[in-house]
């Protein structure tokens, strides 16, 4: 048989053209390929990240307990693990519970996952500034700005006098992240944090440095790194105003006019001196603390002149009598002091650097003409601002017809751009329709053309059932046709075979063969009815004598036996006629 299957194979492959020959080869290539490919694309999970920008350590360490936990996972580069998609979340929550990822730090569950027990000092020591130093990377790490992060902090020995004490040191490095950087009031936040998180040190011995190797605190800030970073403070601060400015201004435009409708620009100017002002104020409104009255009064006739000595002595009475000898002098003398008490205020004010001076606005508006659209359109502007003219603030709001072109020019050329990629995928798809349908139309000639070529080369190995259930040809008289049964006469369809040798029945009647459908073809097994044939010319002959014997109860057994068999099982009666034949054969 197979040696037959193979001389068959030969055959149909002499057959075939060369193109046909390498399609096929083709075919059964791929087949080969994709056959695999697509059984292991079906059975492969899919993977998803469940960590990413890990450091080397914490990835090793994520990794082995994944191999612990026989867990299949995939590595982009050294930070990133994926795992399949229905078990990121289980992953994530058996690290979580082995304290994984560390993010690059230890903190002070050092001293819990380790055993402390008979440490020494200096070892306990080393790990209380490990898991500190772990803690403030932690903490600074959570900024938005910062992606990675180093602290070394360095505690010298106590001293036995405090003058010789050396004092504790701390640096720092820094990786910003992507288009984001630290600016002066940052880094100064970071400087304290760490200086309020370590004992004994101070602001200006931490040093703050980032991964480019800029200094970004270089401890006490004296002298030119001072007035640099106080001038790279002011200039942040005014750019700060100044954007703030500019962008309420910028959304009351476009509210009003439409988007790209309007250009704002802001410059603001601040007033960087430190004051400090004294005021001393006195009331006018005096109080009477005290006061002091003295009068004195004497009087005097014909004496001599007493007294104390003085100019008031000396001086003429006060009243003077003309008459008599006997003249008479009075002396009459006030005086009055009043204490004041007086009230004042002092006053002392610090006018802290920063305050505003001046503002400088500047718009542009598109197309507006109206001169009283214009004026609100500026007083609006002037109060969203907040314009002082007498601070000195200036407000520009002048109209123009801006210039579109280029943004015209480029947003065509986009559509056109858009527009040529759909027509390419368009023509893609329908490239690919048609090479497939192509494809399909040939292998479907190339099949028929096979089909067509196989019928003619092959030849059944197993016979069908209705030929296996009949007697071979070999002992077919002349002229007979395979199918047709002894006894009948070639070319006149509808003469009753003779009975089938071996097999007898009673009552059976001439020309009809047991389990055949009266009518049907010779040769067609039951069940299988032939479309209606036209009626021959009736060829009246003898009637052959059939002596039919008797059968037995084993025979007529043996015929419902088999009659049940070929209504439900044809290819087992096929079987044993084929058997008997072969038996007879031998």
């Known amino acids: 048989m197979l040696a037959q299957f193979r001389q068959q194979s030969i055959e149909v492959w002499n057959r075939q053209t060369p193109v046909q020959r390498v399609v096929l080869i083709a075919l059964v290539v791929s087949a080969l390929i994709l056959i695999p490919l697509l059984v292991n694309w079906a059975t492969t999970p899919s993977y998803s990240v469940a960590y990413s920008g890990l450091s080397e350590s914490d990835a090793s360490q994520i990794v082995g307990k994944l191999d612990e936990l026989q867990i299949p996972y995939q590595l982009q580069g050294s930070g990133t693990i994926l795992v399949p998609q229905d078990q990121v979340y289980t992953v994530r929550l058996r690290m979580a519970r082995e304290g994984l990822p560390q993010v690059g730090s230890v903190g002070f569950e050092i001293f819990t996952t380790n055993n402390t027990l008979g440490l020494t000092e200096f070892t306990q020591q080393v790990y209380y500034q490990q898991a500190l130093e772990g803690e403030l990377e932690r903490t600074i790490g959570g900024l938005n700005a910062v992606k990675a992060v180093r602290v070394h902090i360095v505690t010298p020995e106590q001293s036995l006098t405090a003058q010789d004490q050396a004092p504790t040191t701390a640096s720092i490095t820094i990786e910003e992240r992507p288009g984001t950087r630290l600016d002066v009031t940052q880094v100064s936040a970071i400087t304290h944090l760490v200086a309020s998180s370590v004992e004994g040190l101070k ?33 942040a601060a005014e750019s700060s105003a100044s ?37 001393q104020a006195f009331d006018p409104a005096s109080v009477v603390r005290s006061s002091q009255f003295v009068t004195e009064n004497y009087t005097t006739t014909n004496g001599t002149i007493s007294g104390i000595p003085g100019a008031a002595t000396n001086l ?15 002396y009459t003398r006030t005086e009055k002091t009043l204490n004041y008490e007086i009230t004042q205020s002092n006053t002392k004010e610090v006018l802290a650097p920063g305050k505003i001076e001046r503002i400088s606005l500047s718009v542009l508006v598109d197309g507006i003409t109206d001169t009283v659209q214009l004026a609100s359109l500026q007083s609006a502007i002037a109060a969203a601002a907040g314009i002082d003219t007498r601070r000195g603030d200036v407000l520009s709001v002048q109209t123009l017809d801006f210039d579109r072109t280029y943004y015209e020019t480029q947003a065509s050329d986009m559509d056109t751009s858009q527009r040529y990629d759909l027509y390419w995928r368009i023509g893609e798809v329908a490239l690919a329709i048609l090479v497939l349908v192509g494809l399909l139309w ?12 196989s019928a003619q080369t092959w030849t059944p190995v197993f016979k069908p059932v209705a030929e296996m259930a009949l007697p071979p040809s070999a002992g077919m008289a002349p002229g007979m046709v395979p199918g047709m ?32 459908m009266p009518g049907a073809a010779p040769g067609v097994m039951p069940g299988l009815a032939m479309p209606p044939q036209p009626e021959p010319m009736p060829v009246i002959l003898p009637e052959p004598k059939i002596d039919i014997p008797a059968m037995s109860a084993e025979d007529e057994q043996m015929q419902k036996i088999l009659q049940r068999m070929a209504e439900e099982s044809p290819a087992s009666i096929a079987e044993i006629i084929q058997l008997w034949l072969s038996e007879d054969e031998k």
């Open 203 to 235: 602001p200006e011995n931490v040093v703050v440095v980032d991964v480019r190797g800029n200094m970004l605190a270089s401890g006490e800030a004296t002298g030119q790194a001072a007035a640099s970073a106080q001038s790279d403070s002011q200039r």
């Open 243 to 279: 954007s703030e400015i500019s962008r309420n201004v910028q959304d009351l435009l476009d509210t009003a006019l439409g988007p790209n409708r309007s250009v704002v620009q802001t410059a603001v100017t601040m007033d960087w001196t430190q004051r400090e002002v004294q005021t």
């Open 316 to 330: 003429p009475p006060t009243t003077s009598s003309s008459g008599s000898g006997n003249e008479t002098l009075n």
């Open 442 to 453: 040939y292998i479907q000639r190339l099949l028929n053309r096979l089909r067509l070529t």
């Open 485 to 516: 049964a002894p006894g009948m006469a070639p070319g006149l369809p509808g003469m009753a075979p003779a009975p089938m040798p071996g097999i007898g029945y009673p009552g059976a009647v001439p020309g009809i063969i047991p389990g055949v």
